[in-house]
Nanobody, 126 residues
Framework: LQLVESGGGLVQPGGSLRLSCTAS????????IGWFRQAPGKEREGVAC????????YYADSVKGRFTISRDNVKSAVYLQMDALNTEDTADYYC????????????????????WGQGTPVTVSS
C-alpha cells in the first residue's frame, strides 16, 4: 500500500502549484481522499477532501476559492490545484485515503482515515 505525493516546491506569492498523489495497492474508487497540511508549530489542517465518486467535496475556509481537488480513479490519482498562493499556505502537504462518506468529517476530524502518504513540502516565499 502506497501513497506518493509530488509537485511541491518553492513558489512566489500569487503563484500556483499542482500537487499529485498516486496510489498503489488500493482500489482507489473505494476510498474518499483528502489533502492535509501541517506547518511548523501548527496543527494539521484538512485542506480538501473528496468522496469516492467525486460527488461530494469539502474545502477548508482558508483555501476555498483558491484550491481545487480532483480525482482520476482510472489513474489512481488525486490532484490539488493551488492558485493565488500566499505565505500562509507554506506547509508539508499530505494525501490520505479514508473509508467514510462524510468528507467534511474526514477533513475536519481525520475521521475514517486509514492511510497517509509521506508528504511533499510547499514553500510560498518571495
Amino acid at each position: 500500500l502506497q501513497l506518493v505525493e509530488s509537485g511541491g516546491g518553492l513558489v512566489q506569492p500569487g503563484g500556483s502549484l499542482r500537487l499529485s498523489c498516486t496510489a498503489s495497492g488500493f482500489i482507489l474508487e473505494q476510498y474518499a481522499i483528502g489533502w492535509f497540511r501541517q506547518a511548523p508549530g501548527k496543527e494539521r489542517e484538512g485542506v480538501a477532501c473528496i468522496s469516492n465518486g467525486g460527488g461530494s467535496i469539502y474545502y477548508a475556509d482558508s483555501v476555498k476559492g483558491r484550491f481545487t481537488i480532483s480525482r482520476d480513479n482510472v489513474k489512481s490519482a488525486v490532484y490539488l490545484q493551488m492558485d493565488a498562493l500566499n505565505t500562509e499556505d507554506t506547509a508539508d502537504y499530505y494525501c490520505a485515503v479514508g473509508r467514510i462518506n462524510t468528507v467534511q468529517a474526514m477533513c475536519t476530524l481525520t475521521r475514517g482515515v486509514v492511510y497517509w502518504g509521506q508528504g511533499t513540502p510547499v514553500t510560498v516565499s518571495s
